[in-house]
């Protein structure tokens, strides 16, 4: 029973090991992984300008090769995805795509880009 318990301890802490705030030069990005899906809230722009936000809950794909997590954001209504990828160096690589929609004019494509633990 304790080596159960142990286990899960140990599960579960990995999980939420790397939530947190990660940010990058006019961005920032919450996440808190729960099991296989991630909520997620990301704030960015170009600068002092309109700004683009985009939040809600992503899903687990798995580790491809060199990543530790990759979740997947996908709003049906608005055809918006989302890449969040977790490399090995602890570093959050962000990729959008058709989300102009979640952004001021001149901050489309602003949420891209990598994210360091803040």
Known sequence: MKKITIAFILITSASLAHA????????????SPRGEIAEFNINASH?????????????SIGAEKGLRNQWV????????AVVISEQQNGTIQVI???????????????????????
């Not at 959008?96 to 803040?118: E, H, L, Q, W």
């Open 47 to 59: 600068g002092d300008t309109s700004i683009c936000e985009v939040y809600g809950e992503a899903i």
């Open 20 to 31: 947190g705030e990660y940010v990058k030069r006019n961005g920032i990005l919450s996440l």
């Open 73 to 80: 954001y996908s709003d049906k209504e608005s055809m918006c």
């Open 96 to 118: 959008t795509d058709k989300c102009d929609n979640y952004c001021g004019v001149s901050a489309i494509g602003a949420m891209d880009g990598k994210y360091k633990k803040k």
